[in-house]
């Protein structure tokens, strides 16, 4: 064997030569801090040209000018983009945190306390490491007096910081309005906000240590990794730009193989930018790093420099092999001789043979660790001794990452595959892709980890390389399925984009499987309520099938019932209706009438029906979805959980709520079975249930849905997901009718605002906003504002579901109170009897809908003096309210108490009660 430190200098130790003008741009940056408010400092080139060998050296330039400038405190870290995980916010912030705190103790306290309140808000059950914060944080702290399952709240803070030294003390004083505001925080809120808490942390530290700072960033262009030419080019590096501005004073030094484009964004960013074009390696530069790693024969000078064209890492694999062969003989200038690819050959050449068939099938994966390394040598045999595994970082081209993993120059990387034959890099890609596959089977859907992230993305690369483009997409889809069911649409979406790149390529337009891929994209789209971006997904898609599959086909119908359902979030019920009519007609013909997909658009179309007030025609259809779908799955499966679901919203929209309450149960606990219970779809449930509580007058119980509902959904949809505004609405809602006004109305702007950036401006679901907003108003007696946003409601309710329609009814109904508290009277009757009309019409006489509109035209005649016929409505109405929601309901104590003083108003001395 032949490994060992090659020469006199191993590849951490080989000298770095001139490159002067570079470094004196540093110099000159490290100097000029104080002149700028932001200072980047680029520098770029071809790959292999030597920009992470220059920011190695920058770094150890910043140690030697410390030394000179005593007057000078720089502190430092870096981090390599190479490393696909490095490229994410979070991971990047922390990698940087854990360097700073090592290196130089500084403290993150305000970031730790943002990553772990935001962690215990995503993962309640899971609890906290220590392992995750370093030495001496707050956090560690915090654990070390409650446990893991510690409640980060302002209190149990305070009580770390009342025995904390002195120095602590300052700091939380300081940060006392961020420390409270963050523990009140949404986790998608926190999760945004951590870059600025970690440039709070740093800023904090410098200004106290009178330090400067200078942050490392190395294969930049890796950010825009199988993403070129997709969307905006600025909008990869957005958040890094970002970081950059909270942080004024810090000097970044960024190394890529192009120049940035920052300026294209903001003009602005041309004061600060230093921007520095790496070329060749100067030949008497060269010639000194030959000379001082032994390489001294003139004649062999030269041909390692004709080979190598100024390049460092040919000139470093020259010296590997130099060093290699003269461990066995003296080289010879014809040792060299050759273009650069033959110069790695040469360096190929005088490897043990262990060495050669170990680095080739290492060539393979984007990086390795010790497991992989195992099972490579394993399975194709090459003879590397298991122990001898750290020795690969003897070679110039290797580098370890801080999380153990192990990775190689991507020049290397590229020759020693076109090295071997085809056969066996197929063998290698093959072995594995498997390997990562059998990691992504039987993963539990409640405890998807950043390692199975890892082996979806890694299987999926080399899955690239070994199957058919049509094999892949079967793969990525069944391959992914557990990370759709657990709601990491983010997180898919780059994958599905990078398959349609491929088949783009090399298929024609038309292909089915194109139309499958745009079909499951809009999919991910139409869950992340990005309804915009969908549509024309599902629209493309469609055009595809129909014509390369037919009209009749399945996966046309497919295809029509989730652009109905795309329509349907839309508000768009004309264009809905006919595509899920369409998309039944075709199922069951094609598949019969009890086949599941049936269901699943019979289900569909029962929604739509549902929201259109269209009842009777509804509760139809969800039977029938429902009986099929228990026969064909059984009684446990989640679409049996969502047809119960359904079936409840409907009943409670009927005003049978005992019905609608033992359905809510056998949908929430059919989905905390098998989501577990902070899934989108328990959400859900837990939302249509605070629903029905609320219309019970069970408003604390209703309370609690709530908030444990918009929770489960921000963290798992984000803040301005549109599901997110239908539990704002819900409770806002639940705190108006408990006369907590002054909380549901900041809830109802909030909801409005993510609907009017999501929908339609005509859509019913502003409307619903619209409409809550104007009651609240009416209630706290701004009866202007009340006024303008109930005739926007009833605008959009008219023009998208219709006159006729409950909604239309509940705006009519509403407005008859305002008109009739603001004393116009004639109005307020006027608009009462349409809602009437309606409602009787949609619900019939017995729904508490009809009794609320009784109700309320009876305090109108009864502010206009004709008691009795306010007597005989009030009276209907108690009838009403009595048989639907029992006599200990609050409406039917209204009623009733209205009645008596009627009664006693016209001296009745009995009336039914």
């Not at 650069?340 to 994966?365: C, G, H, N």
Request: glycine share 4%; with cysteine; net charge negative.
């Amino acid at each position: 064997m032949s490994i060992s430190p090659r020469g006199c200098f191993d590849k951490n130790e080989r000298p770095f030569v001139d490159r002067e003008t570079y470094i004196q741009a540093l110099r000159e940056a490290l100097n000029n801090l104080d002149q700028k408010d932001y200072s980047v400092l680029v520098y770029y080139g071809v790959g292999g040209i030597g920009k992470t060998s220059l920011r190695k050296e920058l770094s150890k330039l910043l140690e030697k000018h410390k030394e000179s400038h005593k007057n000078l405190n720089v502190i430092w870290a870096n981090v390599d983009f190479s490393i696909e995980s490095h490229r994410q916010m979070d991971k990047f912030l922390i990698i940087l945190k854990n360097q700073l705190h090592e290196k130089y103790g500084v403290k993150f306290h305000l970031f730790d306390i943002g990553h772990a309140v935001y962690w215990r808000k995503v993962n309640p059950q899971l609890p906290l490491l220590k392992d995750s914060y370093s030495e001496g944080s707050i956090v560690t702290d915090l654990l070390d007096t409650f446990g893991g399952l510690v409640s980060i709240n302002y209190r149990s803070i305070k009580s770390i910081v009342e025995s904390a030294p002195d120095r602590f003390k300052e700091w939380a004083l300081k940060r006392d309005e961020a420390i409270a505001n963050i523990v009140n925080m949404e986790a998608a809120e926190i999760e945004k906000k951590l870059p600025i808490f970690w440039a709070n942390d740093l800023a904090d530290y410098l200004n106290f240590t009178s330090s400067s700072a200078v942050i490392f960033i190395d294969t930049y262009e890796a950010l825009w990794e199988s993403h070129r030419g997709q969307g905006n080019f600025n909008s990869k590096d957005k958040w890094v730009r970002d970081l950059v501005a909270e942080l004024p004073g810090v000097l970044w030094v960024i190394c890529g193989r192009e120049a940035l484009r920052w300026e294209e964004v903001d003009e602005d960013w041309n004061n600060y930018l230093e921007q520095q074009h790496i070329g060749k390696l100067p030949e008497k530069d060269a010639v000194d790093l030959l000379n001082i790693c032994g390489v001294e024969n003139e004649e062999i000078q030269k041909v390692i420099l004709d080979g190598s064209k100024g390049v460092p890492y040919y000139l470093d694999l020259a010296i590997d092999t130099y060093n290699t062969i003269k461990k066995k003989r003296q080289p010879v200038p014809a040792d060299f001789s050759g273009t650069r690819s033959e110069v790695f050959e040469r360096f190929i050449k005088y490897l043990d043979k262990q060495e050669i068939e170990t680095l080739k099938v290492l060539s393979a994966p984007r990086f390795w660790d010790y497991y992989l390394f195992e099972a490579l040598v394993k399975k194709f045999n090459t003879g590397y001794p298991l122990t001898s595994f750290s020795d690969l970082g003897n070679f110039s081209f290797t580098s370890r990452n801080h999380d153990g993993k192990w990775y190689m120059h991507q020049l290397m990387k590229e020759g020693l595959q076109e090295y071997q034959a085809r056969e066996l890099r197929e063998r290698v890609h093959r072995f594995i892709f498997d390997y990562y596959t059998e990691k992504l089977s039987n993963i539990d859907v409640k405890s998807v980890t950043e390692e199975h992230k890892t082996a979806l993305m890694e299987g999926f690369y080399h899955a690239k390389v070994v199957l058919k483009t049509p094999e892949l997409l079967k793969w990525l889809i069944a391959s992914s399925k557990t990370f759709d069911d657990a709601a990491l649409w983010s997180f898919l979406v780059p994958l599905y984009n990078e398959m349609l790149r491929i088949q783009e390529m090399e298929l024609p337009p038309e292909h089915p499987d194109i139309g499958a891929t745009l079909h499951k994209m809009a999919w991910l789209y139409k869950d992340m309520g990005r309804y915009k971006d969908a549509l024309p997904l599902y629209q493309r898609s469609l055009e595809i099938r129909k014509k390369v599959l037919g009209l009749e086909h399945p996966d046309v119908a497919d295809t029509l019932n989730r652009t109905a359902w795309v329509y349907f979030e839309m508000g768009d019920y004309k264009k809905a209706k006919p595509l899920y009519q369409q998309a039944l007609e075709i199922r069951e013909n094609m598949l019969g009438p009890e086949h599941l997909e049936v269901a699943k658009t019979l289900n569909g179309l029962a929604v739509l029906y549902r929201n259109m007030g269209k009842y009777e025609q509804a509760l139809s259809l969800y039977l029938q979805s429902f009986e099929i779908r228990k026969k064909v799955l059984g009684s446990e499966h989640p679409d049996v959980a969502k047809t119960l679901n359904n079936m409840a919203v409907l009943y409670r929209n009927m005003g049978e709520y005992e019905k609608a309450v033992l359905l809510y149960q056998q949908a929430l606990n059919l989905r905390e079975k098998v989501f577990g219970s902070e899934h989108p779809e328990v959400a859900q449930t837990l939302n249509n249930m605070a629903i029905l509580y609320r219309r019970m007058a069970k408003y604390e119980e209703a309370v609690s849905l709530c908030q444990r509902s918009l929770e489960i959904k921000e963290n798992f949809l984000g803040p301005s997901h549109p599901s997110v505004s239908h539990a704002l609405n819900n409770l806002a809602e639940v705190y108006k009718e408990m006369g907590k006004c002054e909380m549901a109305v900041p809830l109802c702007h909030r909801a409005l605002e993510i609907r009017e950036k999501t929908l339609e401006i005509s859509h019913p679901s502003i409307a619903v906003t619209l409409n809550l907003l104007a009651g609240i108003y009416g209630s706290m007696g701004d009866y202007k504002k009340a006024l303008l946003l109930y005739h926007q409601a009833l605008d959009i309710r008219k023009k998208m579901l219709g006159v006729e329609h409950p909604d239309t009814a509940e705006t009519l109904n509403d407005l008859a109170k305002l008109y009739r508290n603001t004393g116009e009277s004639e109005k307020a009757l006027s608009l009462c009897h349409q809602a009437l009309d309606i409602r009787e019409k949609v619900f019939g006489t017995e729904h508490p809908d009809v009794a609320e509109t009784l109700n309320n035209l009876a305090e109108i005649y009864e502010s206009i003096g004709k008691t009795e016929k306010a007597q005989l409505l009030y009276q209907q109405a108690l009838d009403i309210r009595k048989r639907a929601l029992g006599p200990e309901h609050p409406d039917t104590a209204k009623t009733l108490s209205s009645l008596a003083g009627i009664c006693k108003k016209n001296k009745a001395p009995n009336f039914e009660n």
